[in-house]
């Protein structure tokens, strides 16, 4: 099941300052990705997208993503565009367990703290250049869970679901019919064609915890290489 021993819940509210990120290259034909990275925001909010002319913290509240709807995020990223890090990603405590995700050291201490509260494997995305977050919560109840979003070019997201996220048997996959197995990271998992032209990486279906990546505006065979390019993080 992939579990670890439960940490110290830690509850962090972190809001994206943006970086540039490292990763494998273009998800598809074209196409190269970017990185962010959060700065603080009040606990228990989920924070509105902040614009590209500043690093600075947004303002307001946007509604969670649909997967964890109802209920308050323990703690929370922020998309941004601004291709500056902010001051304060330099103070961040070590993070190097984290290295290999996405963005500045704040997202890369926002997966830590998520990794150090539950007791299954968090993942993180790699991605090129000009891909950034769009949305980012975790929360701690019914065993914990976690989802990310990214914004690439184009049109293109993809979204990380992680942990207790689903209730269904179905695993919360969107319709599509499945293709082949497919890697999560470290997880075998299988790859479903969707039946809305995008494809998903689904590792144990229905169950407690799960994990699932949605991507829309990519090809299979990008979604299968950048599937395979999600790092663990350690806790």
Known sequence: MHRRPIAPILALALAVAACTGTGPGPASSGTTGASTAPTPAAPGTSVAPSGPASPSSAEGSAAPSEAVAGEEPTSSLAPTEAPTAS??????????????????ADNRMFF???????DWSVLCAVLPPRWNVSTGAYRLANGGRMVIGYKGPAGATLQLSEGGFCNGADG????????????LGPLD???????DGGFAIVVDRGQNPSWLLEAHGIDQAATVRLGKAVAEVAD
């Open 87 to 104: 001051p304060e990603a330099e103070a961040t405590p070590d993070t190097s367990v984290a290295d290999a995700c996405t963005g500045t």
């Open 189 to 195: 998992g299988t790859l479903v064609a969707l039946a």
């Open 172 to 183: 919360c996959v969107p319709p599509g019919a499945d293709v082949k197995a497919a890697k």
């Open 112 to 118: 830590v703290d998520a990794a150090q509260a539950v």
